[in-house]
């Protein structure tokens, strides 16, 4: 998008120093000649160019002198992408239409979008045109069940197609596993690829951080390593250890799928269309081409029922085998929190515990992680899910995982050690009982409050979970922070609305 640049709409660039995150943002006076003539009110969409790059940008209008006369204010990404500094010249007028936003008001109107539909909306978002509005509309109208199969596979397609792709020399097969999410501190995936590339697999994988639960596995990891790989770090990675604990955004695997997850993480917003489609986009790119996926049931789950479960297996499955990629879903018990630890460090701490074979490591977190490799075996081999599970106890009880963790986490820069919250609270049982349910989404949602991913020490610790008899004054539950604030309003959470433990009295 190149623009020859008019003098009558010249201006000079000032850095305003405001973190706008992905949006770019432009500021111009309300007395701002080139702002009256072109007739900008705020919220405008307006196009930048400098010497011969162009960005489409979000106008806001400034009252008063904070910008120098002659002069448009751009937010920090805004300058990064023109590639400008202080002082130099841009031209400042209004943006082209982004004919793709046209399809995207057709679904809103109950229409399909084709193949080449999605290719043009999903390029336009890859490139900057939409807005944060526009994109969360888009994000909006694919959620509920609004896209069907064809659009889903097309919508994956698209997004494979915009970004790079890994390719490894020599491997016919490549494994991954993935969680849906939902289930506070259920971080399988360390412990699946140590154990199965201990094995002699290949599984290069590349995760995402949190988008709407208190960390990710990127983010967990980056508080024991080095995350951010480029191409050339992960395939040496890979080559040296046959795996590799990476961030996917730093590779350019599916760009216009960090843009949507960072509208869906505002949103709070996950629809199951726009779900398969970032899971599998993610794996074809990084060229996998066996996938297990965790799928946790429960009241308090993202996946509430049987039949929810099915359905976004069916998807995951048909999807999949379109793009050329063997998937397995497994459904698993998702009634309760998994672990100990909730937020990035609390959860590398049980993974750590569990690879070093530590007699208080949770249980249930190794359980599902050998359940999980053991349908990687499964699907490698044809062992079935018994000697899967035994082979997956064998590697991770010789201490075999935990030598092959430390491999890959050298690789990839060394081990770091684990620091610790600055304030913290035991939150104690006001009466005794049995535990009878814990409410994951609101367990979540408190960890988040307290700082969590943002803050990699925050979070929070369990201390008891389902089924656990307390008396009066036991603790439940450590929350853990790094700022008076968020540990308040965490709490002032807590102790807000229904209990988030639900614990049954004895008569």
């Excluded at 400098?50 to 009252?63: K, R």
């Excluded at 790119?285 to 297996?313: C, F, M, N, Y």
Aim: proline residues 4%.
């Amino acid at each position: 998008m190149k623009r020859t640049m008019d003098a009558s709409s010249r201006l000079k660039a000032y850095l305003m120093g405001i973190d706008t995150h992905q949006e770019p943002v432009v500021y111009m006076r309300e007395d701002c000649q080139v702002c009256r003539s072109e007739g900008f009110a705020a919220h405008s969409r307006v196009g930048v160019s400098s010497d011969g790059q162009a960005i489409i940008a979000t106008l806001n209008i400034v009252y008063g002198e904070t910008i120098p006369n002659g002069h448009v204010g751009l937010s920090n990404v805004a300058m990064e992408r023109l590639g400008v500094s202080q002082e130099d010249p841009l031209s400042v007028h209004h943006a082209p239409y982004v004919e793709s936003l046209s399809l995207v008001r057709q679904k809103v109107f109950g229409h399909a979008l084709g193949g080449d539909d999605m290719d043009r909306i999903v390029v336009d978002i890859s490139d900057h045109k939409y807005s944060d509005v526009e994109i969360a509309c888009f994000l909006s109208v694919c959620a509920g069940g609004r896209l069907n199969i064809d659009e889903i596979t097309s919508l994956t397609r698209a997004m494979v197609n915009c970004g790079e792709r890994l390719s490894w020399d020599n491997v016919d097969r490549v494994f991954d596993k993935h969680c849906v999410g939902g289930l506070p501190g259920n971080r399988t995936t360390p412990l699946v690829v140590s154990i199965v590339s201990a094995a002699g697999l290949v599984m290069p994988k590349t995760s995402s951080r949190a988008i709407t639960s208190p960390a990710g596995t990127a983010d967990t990891m980056e508080a024991l390593t080095t995350v951010d790989l480029d191409l050339a770090a992960i395939q040496r990675v890979v080559r040296e250890t046959g795996a590799c604990l990476a961030w996917g955004g730093a590779i350019n695997l599916s760009p216009a799928d960090d843009l949507l997850i960072r509208i869906e993480r505002s949103l709070d917003l996950d629809g199951e269309g726009q779900l398969v489609a970032s899971v599998l986009s993610k794996k074809i790119a990084a060229g996998s081409t066996h996938v297990v996926i965790d799928i946790p049931i429960g009241d308090t789950a993202k996946v509430r029922s049987r039949a929810e479960a099915d359905q976004l297996s069916s998807l995951f499955s048909d999807v999949g085998a379109a793009c050329g990629l063997h998937v397995r879903c497994v459904v698993t018990e998702g009634s309760k929190p998994v672990g100990k630890g909730i937020g990035p460090v609390e959860e590398a701490r049980d993974v750590m515990a569990i690879l070093q074979g530590e007699p208080h490591a949770p249980g249930d977190l190794k359980a599902r992680a050998i359940l999980l490799a053991a349908h990687v075996f499964d699907m490698a081999d044809g062992c079935g899910l018994a000697a899967g599970k035994l082979k997956a106890e064998i590697i991770l009880n010789s201490g075999e995982a935990w030598a092959q963790f430390r491999r890959i986490v050298q690789a990839q820069g060394g081990l770091k050690n684990l620091g610790g919250a600055r304030f913290t609270h035991r939150e104690l049982a006001s009466e005794a009982g049995r535990i009878l349910s814990v409410d994951n989404r609101r367990l979540a949602r408190l960890a988040k409050l307290a700082g969590a991913p943002a803050s990699p020490a925050a979070g929070l610790r369990l201390l008891v979970n389902v089924g656990d008899i307390v008396t009066v004054g036991q603790p439940l539950y450590e929350l853990l922070s790094d700022t008076v604030g968020e540990r308040d309003y965490a709490l002032a959470y807590g102790a807000s609305e229904l209990p988030i433990f639900v614990i049954q009295t004895e008569s």
